[in-house]
């Protein structure tokens, strides 16, 4: 186990609803990012938390947003969900040093838009 | 814009033979990770490539960064049962602490 985790692990919203998606990184890990993974798809990268500023992001609308705490633990928000937005949500901590960043996943959310 | 590409995207295997897949990419890479997830799992972290043609192995899986770290492979030696899943390769990206994924090459093993 990585010690990431993730809550809820399943959710169904319908869609224009909005949700928060959790994320506690493995202990003494100074970074999250999060990704979105549809079916059969490798995982895209949504944004990413360096101590708790945003640092860097992918090509997602603004409607997903996200918050790093002290404790580096973090949130996924969506709003005005779309059915498109239906798929697993990965967060990944990770230490960077040295320049090398390994990312440890966490279980993932699985997310239902209807 | 930054592109990884895998192939095959499906391989079928009898348990015992052997299995490869391939990454590239459209930049040069820093390092390239490589990934397994289970059906059903997450991602779960095999091994980061940092130099130019190097070559690291972990019992039956070898991997290889290619000279230009501009592709990399996985090359599983006799199969199992328990090999089955997708394997993504990820390279960062042009700016930034993070990654670009390739698509996955999914394994399934005939036992």
């Known amino acids: 186990e990585t010690g990431v985790t993730q809550s809820p692990t399943h959710l169904i919203k319908t869609r224009g609803q909005q949700v928060t998606l959790r994320c506690s990184s493995q202990?003494?890990?100074?970074?999250v990012s999060w990704y979105q993974q549809a079916l059969g798809q490798g995982p895209q990268f949504i944004f990413q938390?360096?101590?708790?500023?945003?640092?860097g992001r992918g090509n997602f609308p603004p409607r997903f947003s996200g918050l790093q705490f002290p404790n580096y633990s973090s949130e996924l928000n969506v709003n005005a969900l779309e059915l498109d937005d239906s798929a697993l949500y990965l967060c990944?901590?990770?230490?960077?040093?040295?320049?090398?960043?390994?990312?440890?996943f966490g279980p993932g959310t699985r997310l239902t838009v209807l | 814009g930054q592109q990884v590409m895998q192939i095959p995207q499906y391989q079928h295997v009898q348990e015992g033979e052997d299995f490869t897949t391939y990454c590239n990419s459209s930049?040069?890479?820093?390092?390239i990770q490589w990934y397994k997830q289970r059906p059903g799992g997450h991602p779960v972290f095999l091994i980061q490539?940092?130099?130019?043609?190097e070559v690291k192995k972990q019992k039956r899986l070898t991997f290889q960064f290619g000279e230009a770290k501009k592709n990399s492979s996985l090359h599983i030696t006799a199969t199992q049962t328990t090999d089955v899943g997708t394997y993504f390769c990820?390279?960062?990206?042009?700016?930034?602490?993070?990654?670009?994924f390739g698509p996955g090459t999914r394994l399934s093993v005939l036992p």
């Open positions: 930049t040069t890479l820093s390092n």
């Open positions: 990944a901590s990770s230490l960077v040093q040295g320049g090398l960043d390994t990312q440890y």
């Open positions: 990820a390279g960062p990206r042009d700016y930034g602490q993070n990654f670009v």
């Open positions: 490539l940092v130099k130019s043609g």
């Open positions: 938390y360096y101590r708790e500023e945003e640092n």
């Open positions: 202990s003494g890990h100074n970074t």
